[in-house]
């Protein structure tokens, strides 16, 4: 149920012209598009086939699960463990105030504000049903759009066990309605061979 279509609407027009300014690209079909800006209309359109009656609140969240993250580099962090959860916490942070701004221009209330942010911040997964549902969608959208390079990424045989370890990760992070939407996605047999073989 969305309270106001027009601001709803703008709101996504905002977010999307900020993921607009995206320096890094994505090549699809020899079209070239923000890195960002397409991985939020991934998202949106994983939503709306997997939970298509979400929360206004939510449908905003999904949209900006990664709003101007290429202005916070992972190489500001250090490269350890600890630095990588440090960048995801501050992410979390960053990307609710960025939407949560843009969103009070346009005039939502706090309340609202306030659950997109949690949501960002992934707040009681597996407790919230609303965090669970962004964590399924991301991982859906992962799986459909990011998993052959993830894959490409860690081929070697060295390698192989920190790719199962992730997939496994990944996994448990979902819900049993996740887990079935994911092995309802069209995957590539090489791909369908990965996420087996993370499973068995």
């Known amino acids: 149920m969305i309270s106001d279509k027009p601001r709803f609407d703008l709101a996504i027009a ?3 012209a900020a993921n607009a300014e995206d320096p890094n690209k994505e090549v699809i079909d020899g079209k070239e598009y923000p890195k960002e800006l397409l991985y939020a209309q991934r998202m949106t359109d994983m939503l709306n086939r997997f939970a298509p009656d979400a ?15 290429w202005k916070v580099p992972r190489e500001d962090y250090p490269m350890d463990r600890a630095g ?9 942070k ?37 965090t669970q549902l962004l964590e399924d969608v991301v991982d ?18 060295y390698e192989e066990e920190k ?7 990944t996994w448990k992070k ?13 995957f590539k047999p090489e791909m369908l061979a990965v996420v087996q073989k993370a499973l068995g």
């Open 174 to 186: 979902m819900s049993e309605k996740g887990h079935e939407a994911a092995l309802k996605l069209d």
């Open 55 to 69: 929360p206004e609140h939510v449908q905003l969240a999904v949209r900006a699960q990664h709003i101007c993250r």
């Open 140 to 157: 859906l959208t992962f799986l459909e759009h990011y998993l052959e390079a993830f894959v490409q990424k860690y081929s070697s045989r």
């Open 84 to 92: 990588y959860h440090q960048w995801r916490t501050y992410l979390y």
């Open 94 to 130: 960053y990307h609710g105030e960025t939407a949560g701004a843009i969103m009070r221009e346009l005039g939502y209330d706090e309340e609202t504000i306030g659950k997109l942010q949690s949501l960002l911040r992934k707040e009681k997964l597996k407790l919230n049903p609303e």
């Open 163 to 169: 790719l199962l370890d992730i997939l496994r990760k």
């Open 14 to 16: 905002r977010f999307d």
